[in-house]
């Protein structure tokens, strides 16, 4: 396995929108185990294909309960109950800011080996899956902030403090 370089906001494949993966093979499968290497070493919970400069539907997370792919992931449910965290990315270095989004949600997808896998997803969880499954459509966290002004930059000590989504 091998470390994937994290590509930084304003790089152009963070703003496209992603193509579906046709057939999960052994390419994705090493794709896949790469990202939650990537993943477990910058430290962050989740990574989407395009934050490695890969222009496919293709996250990895794991908040701590084990790390789990989802290809062609789609949130088919969202909760209409609203939870804000503080959020961060490495594709945006030592940037954070409080994004609210639906406090659960149900997502489907393929799992590593191209099985259909259905998610309902509370809390943090579900928080990560729709911050994973918007850089799928070229949306950046701080694209849903609501006030700007929330949106800063934190030191290095701070930064490691945190859960971090990438």
């Known amino acids: 396995m091998s470390l994937l370089k994290i590509l930084t906001f304003p790089h152009p494949i963070l703003r496209k929108k992603c193509r579906s993966i046709k057939k999960v093979d052994s390419n994705i499968k090493k794709l896949i185990d790469n990202m939650i290497e990537t993943m477990h070493a910058a430290p962050g919970v989740g990574l989407a294909a395009p934050q490695i400069g890969e222009n496919i539907r293709l996250i990895v997370i794991d908040i701590g309960q084990g790390a789990f792919a989802l290809v062609n992931p789609k949130i088919v449910k969202k909760n209409k109950t609203l939870q804000t965290f503080e959020e961060g990315c490495l594709c945006l270095p030592g940037i954070v800011a409080p994004v609210e989004r639906s406090s659960a949600v149900t997502v489907k997808g393929l799992d590593k080996n ?11 969880l579900a928080t990560v899956i729709q911050h994973e499954t918007d850089h799928l459509e070229g949306i950046v966290f701080i694209d849903k902030v609501k006030d700007k002004t929330l949106i800063r930059e934190v030191s290095k000590k701070e930064e490691e403090g945190k859960n971090k989504f990438i």
Do not use: K, R
């Open 114 to 124: 191209g099985h259909p896998i259905t998610i309902e997803a509370e809390g943090f």
